[in-house]
């Protein structure tokens, strides 16, 4: 069972809108920041956000973070067929002094 | 162009031992944190080891402790991943991934590998 709660899956249809859902705890979402993953099983996971909310150079604005108290949110707009992956949250928490991951996501594109 | 290839991989029986190893190019190696990040089998994503820029700093996952030591060779630009008294439950693919060098809060992973197949299994 992860440290952070995410939900299993998300769908929506090309072009809409999905927003999927990270819970932690005052140990590590509360207090530290947040970080997104995407990951195809078998590639190399790619950073999507960081700082809560900073996309790095190359990262589209269609991706974005946000948090609020013990919980982040990443939203995709304009879905496309490539999203389809799974996607991840991450925080330090400070009373396991250890990084922490959710469980993933995956987003399917119907 | 940043770039992290790992190597080692392989087939080990409970109880065995395995070294991986992590090729960085295209940065400054000694200025960012290393960490190995794995995915078990139809699981998710589990932080294992970080280790900062100078190897001053070392942090484990409760799961590994006392059984992985991670390391590093600046003058080499690579970092490894010793691992002793494997376990079946430690079969994944291990990512090689790359982080600023500053304070935990701080870091995040920025730039990943392909990763690494270890299976334990006798």
């Known amino acids: 069972q992860s440290v952070l709660t995410q939900p299993p899956s998300v769908s929506a249809a090309p072009g809409q809108k999905v927003t999927i859902s990270c819970s932690g705890s005052t140990s590590n979402i509360g207090n530290n920041y947040v970080s997104w993953y995407q990951h195809l099983p078998g590639t190399a996971p790619k950073l999507l956000i960081y700082?809560?909310?900073k996309r790095p150079s190359g990262i589209p604005d269609r991706f974005s973070g946000s948090k609020s108290g013990t919980s982040a949110t990443l939203g995709i707009t304009g879905l496309q067929t490539g999203d389809e992956a799974d996607y991840y949250c991450?925080?330090?928490?400070?009373?396991?002094?250890?990084?922490?991951f959710g469980g993933g996501t995956k987003v399917t594109v119907l | 162009e940043v770039q992290l290839v790992e190597s080692g991989g392989g087939l080990v029986k409970p109880g065995g031992s395995l070294r991986l190893s992590c090729g960085a190019s295209g940065f400054t190696f000694s200025s960012y944190g290393m960490s190995w990040v794995r995915q078990a089998p139809g699981k998710g994503l589990e932080w294992v080891s970080t280790i900062n820029g100078n190897s001053d700093y070392k942090y484990y996952a409760d799961s590994v402790k006392g059984r992985f030591t991670i390391s590093r060779d600046n003058p080499r630009n690579s970092v490894y991943l010793q691992m002793n008294s494997l376990r079946v439950e430690d079969t994944a693919v291990y990512y090689c991934?790359?982080?600023?060098?500053?304070?935990?809060?701080?870091?995040?992973?920025?730039?990943w590998g392909q990763g690494a197949l270890v299976t334990v299994s006798s």
């Open positions: 991934a790359r982080g600023k060098d500053v304070a935990p809060t701080y870091h995040h992973f920025d730039y």
């Open positions: 991450e925080a330090w928490d400070s009373s396991l002094s250890a990084w922490v």
């Open positions: 700082d809560n909310d």
